[in-house]
């Protein structure tokens, strides 16, 4: 029984081990099913998003979700120490260490011994009496310092990740609104195709950003946006519609880097539904009907935008298959609205407006900027 519970608790380790090595340090897609932390990612975010879905969209609702991504991290990494901690002391228990205490230790003084080497406390009020307990406590002391170490590493390079993703997010706000729209994007470039292929190159590059970052890091998906009407899913699906609205509309250079940003953009939100285990949706709701379509391009020609019928049409249907399934799967998962292709009649953007909803500029906004505690 004994050697059981040993290889029980070693198995744990590596196991645990190879986990977090998998999450933290493997900078590639992991698509073994079989994995603590995905796992429990599935499971916690089954929960954590079972209320918001019973809540109407707002302030509120964002709130909540947004504190998923930070919790869950930490969450995580506490799971992985004390079962790291656990796992150590059944090694002990296996092995018939005895410890410095009446009767040799029971399992309980085996954990905190476990616990105060795993966090290198070095109180030494409990200690091994046997040579295998001792070094099996040097190793537990070497992996806890790693382990701490790794954590203290890892943390600032996922927020690093995230503000770029957020850069970019934020400087759209006042090209395409907040949510963001491709007629709205394209607008306002009007004729100058030349500026509007500069900003699908730098497009492209953030594009490339978050499929890097959020396959190594796949809990930045959940990270929410700093403000309730802001998403990285938002932002990457304007900038797919935008891509194809260009490549079936103009002619030229700004055509083909509309190509490439839409390359690399729809790589990403494929790649990313996989990571997170999402089908992509085929019986989701059109999002540019016949009569949208047909108001759309009645408003972007005067942009220098013309998007003709016939072929071009079922071109443009044609790359929308192409992505629209994958951010409709994504959108239902994580919860976050994908845009509209058109904006409104109003301007709807976040620099707009202040937290005490008083328009700047005297233009009437239906944004928000940072949520002050209410929807």
Excluded at 29 to 54: D, I, K
Aim: glycine share 10%.
């Amino acid at each position: 029984m004994r050697s059981l519970i040993a290889a029980a608790g070693a198995l744990w380790i590596a196991v645990i081990m190879w986990d977090a090595f998998e999450a933290i340090v493997l900078p590639r897609r992991v698509t073994r099913r079989l994995r603590p932390a995905r796992l429990f990612y599935r499971v916690t975010w089954r929960m954590w998003s079972a209320v918001p879905r019973r809540m109407r969209p707002g302030g509120r609702r964002e709130t909540f979700l947004s504190f998923y991504g930070p919790l869950s991290l930490l969450v995580l990494l506490a799971a992985w120490a004390a079962s790291l901690v656990i796992a150590f002391a059944m090694v002990q228990v296996g092995i018939g260490t005895r410890l410095s205490v009446a009767g040799g230790g029971a399992f309980l003084d085996h954990l905190y011994l476990s616990g105060e080497t795993f966090f290198t406390l070095g109180l030494g009020d409990v200690t091994p009496t046997s040579r295998a307990g001792r070094a099996v406590m040097v190793i537990e002391a070497g992996v806890g310092f790693g382990f701490l170490a790794l954590v203290i590493g890892y943390l600032p390079v996922l927020y690093q990740a995230f503000s770029r993703r957020e850069l970019n997010i934020t400087l759209l706000d006042a090209r395409a609104g907040s949510p963001p729209s491709a007629e709205e994007l394209l607008r306002g470039f009007g004729a100058y195709q030349e500026e509007l292929a500069v900003l699908l190159a730098e497009w492209e590059r953030w594009g490339a950003d978050v499929l890097e970052s959020h396959l190594s890091y796949p809990v930045l998906s959940y990270y929410r946006s700093q403000h309730d009407n802001q998403s990285w899913l938002a932002a990457l699906t304007t900038v797919l519609d935008a891509s194809v609205l260009v490549m079936v509309g103009i002619e030229g250079a700004c055509s083909r880097q509309a190509g490439l940003t839409f390359a690399m953009a729809r790589h990403a939100v494929v790649d990313l539904a996989q990571v997170l285990s999402r089908p992509p949706v085929g019986s989701a709701p059109d999002r540019l009907t016949s009569s949208e379509l047909a108001r759309l391009r009645t408003g972007l020609a005067a942009a220098g935008v013309v998007v003709p019928a016939g072929d071009a049409e079922d071109k443009l249907a044609e790359l929308r298959r192409m992505y629209e399934p994958y951010v409709a799967a994504l959108a239902q998962h994580l919860l976050m609205p994908l845009p509209a292709w058109r904006g409104g009649a109003e301007p709807n953007e976040n620099w707009r407006t202040s937290a005490w909803g008083r328009p700047l500029g005297g233009a009437q906004s239906r944004s928000r900027s940072v949520d002050p505690g209410d929807d």
